[in-house]
């Protein structure tokens, strides 16, 4: 089985590496983009057999700091 | 005083903070692989190293804070042993969930690699206890991630509780209140930013960062 997990900035921490990119997206011309955050995307091949429950333990417990990290778990 | 360093593959501030609790304790630390999973006997204090540990893989400190020696340092800090987190140790220890918060990427962006004034927060842990409170010392820092972050609620909390130890006394990297260096609720853990173990020898600039480790020896009387 396929998984993408993808890891966000909660709401609320700033993202310098997204402000960074937002500018460098207005030096280059790029009008009218109002907000850039930059998230992680971890694919992962596990077998099928892998229940709900230990992909979310994998993401508490390493792939997401939920400190300051939310996760979305999407199967393929 | 026996202590003890541990050691990341990626670490590379490990033997300059065995320099220092050297120099401080007269006795050599004991350098622990991150892949043992005990520390050694009789210790007096536990230093986790600056440096990039796995080369900063997933997150500064995250693949350190799950390795097997990090298990028992989390027991040791449990059971009272003095944790002092560096550098990358600080973004380890946060991520070991010993500290509240994380450590982004500075506001800047920029890595930042100078001396600071600190100001010094609360002096009543070993950590601390050679400072006075408020004084101003001089350590330098040398860091991407060193941007701290919390909550309000644990913010305000830490901050209640008198467990900042030291602020940034100038603009470094966008740390939330400017928090340079925390405690845990016991007192036994402090993570830092700032590297005292580069302030041990006035040949490199200053003694400020010698205090902490003075200070640490004194409290444990050896």
Not at chain 1, 20 to 30: K, M, N, R, V, Y
Not at chain 2, 90 to 113: K, S
Not at chain 2, 122 to 145: C, K, L, N, Q, S
Not at chain 2, 151 to 167: K, M, N, P, Q, S
Request: proline share 5%; charged share 20%.
């Amino acid at each position: 089985m396929k998984l993408r997990i993808f890891v966000t900035l909660k709401p609320g921490v700033l993202d310098p590496q997204g402000r960074a990119i937002h500018h460098a997206l207005g030096s280059l011309g790029f009008a009218g983009v109002e907000d850039v955050r930059a998230g992680k995307l971890i694919e992962m091949e596990v077998a099928d057999s892998t229940d709900d429950a230990a992909i979310d333990s994998m993401c508490q417990k390493l792939l997401a700091n939920t400190v300051i990290e939310n996760y979305r778990i999407e199967r393929l | 005083m026996k202590t003890a360093v541990i050691v990341f593959p990626g670490s590379n501030c490990d033997r300059d903070l065995a320099v220092a609790l050297g120099a401080v304790t007269g006795v050599r630390p004991t350098m622990v692989w991150h892949g043992d999973t005990a520390l050694p006997d009789g210790i007096g204090m536990v230093a986790v190293p600056g440096g990039f540990s796995y080369g900063d893989y997933l997150r500064s400190g995250a693949i350190a804070a799950r390795s097997p020696i990090m298990r028992a340092v989390v027991d040791a800090a449990g059971a009272g042993l003095p944790v002092l987190g560096v550098c990358n140790g600080f973004q380890v220890l946060t991520e070991a969930g010993l500290l509240p918060g994380a450590l982004m990427r500075n506001a800047g962006l920029n890595f930042v690699c100078r001396d600071v004034a600190l100001t010094v927060g609360a002096t009543d842990t070993g950590f601390t206890r050679g400072y006075t409170p408020g004084e101003t010392i001089r350590i330098p820092v040398a860091h991407h991630d060193g941007n701290y972050v919390a909550d309000d609620a644990t913010l305000d909390r830490i901050e209640g509780d008198g467990r900042v130890a030291f602020r940034y006394a100038e603009p470094v990297n966008g740390s939330a209140r400017a928090i340079a260096g925390v405690l845990n609720p016991a007192g036994n853990v402090l993570g830092m930013m700032p590297h005292p173990e580069r302030k041990i020898d006035a040949a490199h600039g200053g003694t400020d960062g010698r205090r902490l480790f003075d200070g640490l020896l004194a409290m444990v009387g050896a």
